[in-house]
């Protein structure tokens, strides 16, 4: 079997991962494999903490259907990522969120290839104590047109991503992942990737996400062991 190399980027209030298969002429050889996981996402919606849960399936070969069963309750299908179809996904809608903490316990993903090849996996999910990081400062640097971000130190975060969405929420800029010890960022052409280009006037959401990982997990499957996501969001307009 060839090596493979997967890799997820955080792209949404949690995270919206694009990954990357290395590829050769005998991916029809391949056995299909698949990843899964499910972490919990935390946010403050009209002053309230509430909860969600998103979840991720990535297949070295298309995917045509992924299902998953919760530890109670009826079985719920995945969509097929707008990047990728390797990766299906069900991310919790601002609708979605509820003040209540979500179901530990194990979730069942059901994955079936393009090829008929079906694979199953199960992903534990575990409520945990990370904090919605506070955001203290925002400084716009108009002689080069990037964005300084400051926020608190977080005693249990395994790291941070800052994003810009647009008006409609979708992933104008993504940083790269940062140390649990950074607390300042600035937001410019090679600090991360950029869908596309941010207007002075803009109206944008800043969303700084902190991130734990799922206890144990080797360092080479850490970024498909998260555990747990808190989101703090900032309404900005870009160039002021």
């Not at 946010?43 to 299902?67: L, P, Q, R």
């Not at 059901?110 to 992903?123: L, R």
């Not at 400084?139 to 130190?153: D, G, I, K, L, R």
């Not at 869908?195 to 360092?219: K, M």
Request: aromatic share 12%.
């Amino acid at each position: 079997m060839r090596t493979k190399r997967l890799g997820k980027i955080f792209l949404m209030a949690f995270a919206l991962p694009f990954v990357f298969w290395a590829c050769n002429d005998d991916d029809e050889t391949l056995e299909f494999e698949v990843y899964a996981d499910a972490f919990v996402v935390k946010k403050k919606i009209d002053n309230e903490v509430k909860h969600g849960i998103s979840y991720f399936a990535y297949g070295n070969k298309s995917i045509s259907s992924a299902t998953v069963t919760p530890p109670s309750g009826e079985p719920f299908d995945l969509t097929v990522s707008e990047e990728s179809a390797f990766t299906f996904l069900k991310e919790t809608s601002e609708e979605e969120f509820v003040s209540s903490l979500p179901q530990n316990g194990s979730y069942l993903f059901d994955v079936e290839s393009k090829d008929g090849e079906t694979a199953q996996v199960t992903e534990a999910v575990e409520n945990g104590t990370l904090e919605i990081p506070v955001i203290t400062g925002t400084t716009y640097h108009s002689e080069n047109a990037t964005m300084t971000v400051e926020w608190e130190e977080s005693e249990n975060a395994d790291g941070f991503v800052v994003r810009l969405l647009d008006d409609e929420g979708k992933v104008k800029f993504l940083s790269y992942a940062l140390n649990p010890t950074v607390v300042e960022f600035n937001i410019n052409s090679s600090s991360g990737n950029w869908a596309n280009q941010a207007y002075s006037g803009d109206e944008l959401t800043l969303q700084l996400q902190a991130f734990t990982y799922e206890t144990g997990a080797p360092e080479e499957e850490l970024l498909y062991n998260i555990k747990e996501i808190s989101v703090a969001e900032k309404e900005i307009t870009w160039g002021s």
